[in-house]
């Protein structure tokens, strides 16, 4: 079992920043693929930002060169860099954990982009 809890949401305007934080626990060590995904109103769940063990990092077009995905093993911590946002980021954003045993989801974050 694997236990994921985001943090870091809020309001921002357009052209900010935030960070979102993923604190993960349980079965940690099983942890191969960490990710972000995203679901604004109305629109299907996609991917933001993909991070392994054995591959590089990797982005949807739509947030490359603006967000950066970061792993802390020291602190089993998933981390989401968000600079230049637009009101198109406005979404619910998901941290993803994929093992061995299944696929875990956490609760969300909502993060909104609006002057």
């Known amino acids: 079992q694997v236990q994921l809890v985001e943090s870091g949401g809020g309001l921002v305007q357009p052209g900010g920043s935030l960070r979102l934080s993923c604190a993960a626990s349980g079965s940690i060590f099983s942890l191969n693929v960490m990710a972000w995904y995203r679901q604004a109103p109305g629109k299907r769940r996609e991917l933001v930002a993909r991070?392994?063990?054995?591959?590089?990092?990797d982005y949807a077009d739509s947030v490359k060169g603006r967000f950066t995905i970061a792993r802390d093993n020291d602190t089993n911590t998933l981390y989401l860099q968000m600079n230049s946002l637009e009101p198109e980021d406005s979404a619910v954003y998901y941290c993803?954990?994929?093992?061995?045993?299944?696929?875990?989801w956490g609760q969300g974050t909502q993060v909104t982009v609006s002057s």
């Open positions: 991070i392994t063990r054995a591959t590089p990092t």
């Open positions: 993803y954990a994929l093992t061995p045993a299944g696929d875990y």
